[in-house]
């Protein structure tokens, strides 16, 4: 008889212990997160935090802990794209070259990384002066020395002027950046650098550079009048501004009419010089006319605007879509920032240059730029001075709301 009492309380004891069992698991399925692991993707608490934007507040506990590690893993991998702009400066292009540095600095929306190419002399220069800007968050830059293939390094440094011809080899040398912004030192930014750097989501799939034309008007054009030598399309190229990608042109065998093989860029670059050397007046833009005439599927040609040139309003307006749109890029060649022969560009120039961070730029920018560019109406380019304010005051408007929506 004990035996069988036993064997009930055996039995009725693994009942109970069932039955609490099962009430505990019914209990965690009921809470969030709790319990056994359920099948869903691991992003789950991610998206949970995204939906509910707003829900954990700072300083709160409890509840929004289990969310926290969710939450941060998603924010790691917003990384802020990097714009990488190059310069080659020479000679006393100091100035010019900070006051390039300083218009992409003030009107740009993403973090800039400044790969600057300088004689050594410059270098002291230009670290001081930089380190001397304010928003060091915004960028962060690199000097180089100025740097040719040994063996012809001579030939190279004469070409046009003075290191101009640097900017061929930056593929070669800035070999772990994948695409790259290059200007001239009498560039200015007159809208953010990122959308001209939005060109290379524009690229197709052949295309590995993007320029605008030498001349919109052939009456006038150079490459047609007088060339001795290949250029791209009806007027030219310029290369004062030159946006690469330059994992592409590393890669890329280019056609040319030196060999029946395709060349690499390292392999072709002194080859050409050696064929055109007598043949060609503008160095190194002469030769990437030649290039891009043997490989016209590669480039992007970009609007006037987007480097905006004295040869687009002294013989009278010429660039359209300047006159709808205004200036994005201004680009004082032939030295127009430091005489009086185009004052309309020199007044801009100085504008930015005598800016300081901080200040207003409604007043201490575009209101006393206009007045000066008023006093320019005896010129061509002067009687149609608000082409060079039009976009300028856009971007100083967007510089405000982005700065109202912050706060």
């Known amino acids: 008889m004990r035996r069988y009492v036993r064997v009930a309380l055996l039995c009725l004891g693994c009942g109970l212990c069932s039955l609490l069992?099962?009430?505990?698991?019914?209990?965690?399925?009921?809470?969030?997160?709790g319990g056994k692991p359920q099948a869903r993707d691991s992003a789950a608490p991610v998206r949970r935090q995204r939906a509910g934007g707003g829900r954990a507040e700072a300083g709160s506990a409890g509840r929004a802990k289990p969310e926290l590690p969710g939450r941060y893993g998603f924010m790691k991998t917003q990384s802020v794209e990097k714009m990488h702009l190059a310069v080659v400066a020479c000679g006393g292009r100091l100035e010019e070259t900070v006051t390039m540095l300083k218009s992409a600095i003030i009107f740009s929306i993403q973090p800039l990384?400044?790969?600057?190419?300088?004689?050594?002399?410059?270098?002291?220069?230009?670290?001081?002066?930089?380190?001397?800007?304010?928003?060091?968050?915004?960028?962060?830059?690199?000097?180089?020395p100025i740097t040719f293939p040994t063996e012809s390094a001579a030939e190279w440094k004469k070409l046009f002027k003075p290191c101009a011809s640097q900017r061929l080899f930056l593929p070669l040398i800035l070999k772990d950046v994948d695409s790259l912004l290059y200007v001239d030192t009498?560039?200015?930014?007159l809208r953010?650098?990122?959308?001209?750097?939005?060109?290379?989501?524009?690229?197709?799939?052949t295309q590995i550079a993007a320029m605008a034309p030498e001349h919109e008007e052939p009456?006038?054009?150079?490459?047609?009048?007088?060339?001795?030598?290949?250029?791209?399309?009806?007027?030219?190229?310029?290369?004062?501004?030159?946006?690469?990608?330059?994992?592409?042109?590393?890669?890329?065998?280019?056609?040319?009419?030196?060999?029946?093989?395709r060349?690499?860029?390292?392999?072709?670059?002194?080859?050409?010089?050696?064929?055109?050397?007598?043949?060609?007046?503008?160095?190194?833009q002469d030769l990437l006319n030649i290039m891009f005439f043997h490989?016209?599927?590669?480039?992007?040609v970009f609007p006037c605007q987007w480097n905006y040139r004295p040869d687009h309003c002294i013989y009278g307006?010429?660039?359209?879509?300047?006159?709808?749109?205004?200036?994005?890029?201004?680009?004082?060649?032939?030295?127009?920032?430091?005489?009086d022969k185009q004052p309309t560009f020199r007044a801009v120039y100085e504008a930015i240059k005598k800016y300081s961070f901080g200040d207003d730029l409604l007043n201490f920018l575009l209101e006393p730029l206009e007045l000066e560019l008023q006093k320019t109406m005896h010129t061509y380019c002067g009687r149609i001075y608000k082409v060079f304010i039009k976009q300028l005051r856009k971007s100083i408007r967007d510089i405000y709301d982005r700065r109202s929506k912050g706060s």
């Open 21 to 33: 069992y099962g009430s505990s698991q019914l209990a965690l399925e009921q809470e969030p997160g």
């Open 113 to 144: 990384q400044f790969h600057i190419f300088a004689e050594d002399q410059l270098h002291n220069g230009f670290k001081g002066i930089l380190n001397g800007l304010p928003y060091q968050g915004k960028f962060n830059y690199t000097i180089y």
């Open 186 to 189: 009498d560039i200015l930014f």
């Open 192 to 205: 953010p650098v990122d959308d001209i750097w939005s060109f290379l989501n524009k690229f197709n799939s």
């Open 219 to 261: 009456r006038i054009g150079w490459y047609n009048r007088f060339a001795r030598h290949p250029y791209y399309g009806i007027t030219g190229i310029n290369s004062g501004v030159m946006l690469m990608n330059m994992t592409r042109i590393r890669r890329k065998y280019f056609k040319n009419d030196m060999t029946t093989a």
């Open 263 to 284: 060349l690499q860029w390292g392999e072709i670059l002194m080859p050409l010089l050696k064929k055109y050397k007598l043949n060609i007046t503008w160095g190194d």
């Open 295 to 300: 490989n016209p599927e590669s480039l992007f």
């Open 317 to 339: 307006s010429n660039c359209k879509e300047a006159e709808e749109e205004g200036i994005f890029i201004l680009h004082g060649n032939r030295g127009v920032y430091h005489d």
